[in-house]
């Protein structure tokens, strides 16, 4: 990752439109229009997230309740796509599937008109730009071998802040300024909230913040409250945080096959980290070591540590809404317990 320090971020040359480009309908050229206008699908071809995106924006008719120009969204969506670096995992489509899983959470029966048009275009947004320009390696991998990104943000949440601040460099060309209709307090309003909610992706965080969600939860409840009421920023910030933290680690909540193919992509992002690591004499991090069993340790540690425990307490804000999610994620544990108990005995029947 080349970086000149005080320069955050050289924007690819992609594509622009102007006000006299044809804008197409999806905002893609698709051969599949009828699909793409029904399904959320990643049917584009190259452009999986500028599809999903566009079709959200359309969705939810924030083009037209924030003023922003369609060319103007294409040009940041292109560049946006454009900015997310080809790695096996935290690549386009990941942006893109975590932007479409905000939108549907956003839509969970419990939550459904507790947040106002302007929190739902921060969370979207956020969702969409929020590992833009990931490396494939981690944060403690960029601390310990010493990244310009780990120096410039003095090792606190390096990836996270990188990414959001690539977000807003692409807001400043005036050709991709979605947001030049707001005014500069509506601007500032926004952009405190996309700030706090891609920062909350870092796992460093995640205790807290779950934490501080159960704590409100808990305390909504001794309030005899049957719908969710929040009042001050920080209440509305953290259900925020929690949901873009929920749509980050939904992979685990999907059908086996969908699931099956995101934990390929991640470890083969992580068996490369542990090359490098390798190769330049570090001890090489648990979940990066080539090893039959280390995907399945690997997934059944982190459902039981960190995605469990957050989604059940989102199953209980929206209940009875994820009962299918929760379920399909106990099927997803139950089947690694079941191949690493297979890969084990095999390993004891061969010794
Ligand atoms: P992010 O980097 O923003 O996508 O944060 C989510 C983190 O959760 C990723 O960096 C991964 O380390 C981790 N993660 C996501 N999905 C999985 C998975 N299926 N198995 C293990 N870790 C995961
Ligand atoms: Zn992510």
């Known amino acids: 990752m080349r970086l000149i320090m005080a320069q955050i971020y050289n924007v690819p040359t992609t594509k622009t439109f102007s006000e006299e480009t044809p804008i197409p309908e999806l905002g893609v050229e698709t051969p599949q229009p ?26 939810r008719d924030l083009i037209r309740t924030f003023s922003i120009e369609p060319h103007k969204l294409l040009s940041y969506l292109f560049a946006l796509e454009d900015s997310y670096q080809q790695v096996p995992y935290h690549n386009k489509l990941h942006g893109a599937d975590v932007c479409q899983s905000m939108h549907v959470l956003l839509n969970s029966s419990g939550i459904k008109d507790v947040f106002n048009e302007f929190e739902i275009l ?49 807001l400043q060309a005036d050709e991709r300024n979605i947001f030049s209709n707001l005014s500069a307090e509506q601007m500032e309003t926004l952009r405190k909230r996309v700030v706090d909610m891609v920062l909350a992706t870092d796992m460093a965080k995640h205790k807290t913040l779950l934490a501080d969600f159960q704590n409100l939860l808990e305390a909504k409840k001794m309030s005899g409250n049957d719908y969710l009421t929040l009042e001050s ?60 069993t280390t995907k399945d340790k690997h997934q059944i540690g982190f459902i039981n540590s960190f995605v469990h425990p957050l989604w059940e307490t989102w199953g209980s804000l929206v209940y009875p809404d994820a009962n299918t999610i929760l379920e399909t994620l106990a099927q997803n544990r139950e089947w690694h317990e079941a191949s690493l108990a297979a890969l084990t005995s095999s390993t004891t029947d061969n010794s």
């Not at 699908?41 to 999903?52: C, K």
């Not at 929020?130 to 949440?157: C, M, Q, R, W």
């Not at 992580?270 to 190769?279: H, I, L, S, V």
Request: glycine residues 2%; charged residues 25%.
């Open 34 to 59: 009828e699909e793409l206008r029904v399904e959320l699908n990643p049917i584009s071809g190259e452009r999986p997230l500028t599809a999903i995106t566009y079709r959200i924006f359309q969705e």
């Open 122 to 170: 921060a969370a979207i947004f956020a969702a969409v730009v929020h590992d833009v320009h990931h490396s494939g390696l981690t944060n403690p991998f960029l601390i310990k071998t010493k990244n310009d990104l780990a120096i410039l943000y003095n090792n606190e949440s390096v990836l996270e802040n990188h990414h959001v601040a690539v977000a807003f460099k692409l």
């Open 233 to 292: 920023y920080d209440d509305r910030i953290l259900v925020l945080k929690n949901l873009i933290h929920c749509a980050d680690l939904s992979n685990m909540t999907k059908p086996l096959d969908t699931y099956s193919k995101w934990i390929d992509r991640l470890m083969v992002e992580f068996w490369k980290q542990g090359d490098a690591e390798r190769d330049l004499g570090l001890d090489i991090s648990p979940m990066c070591v080539r090893s039959p």
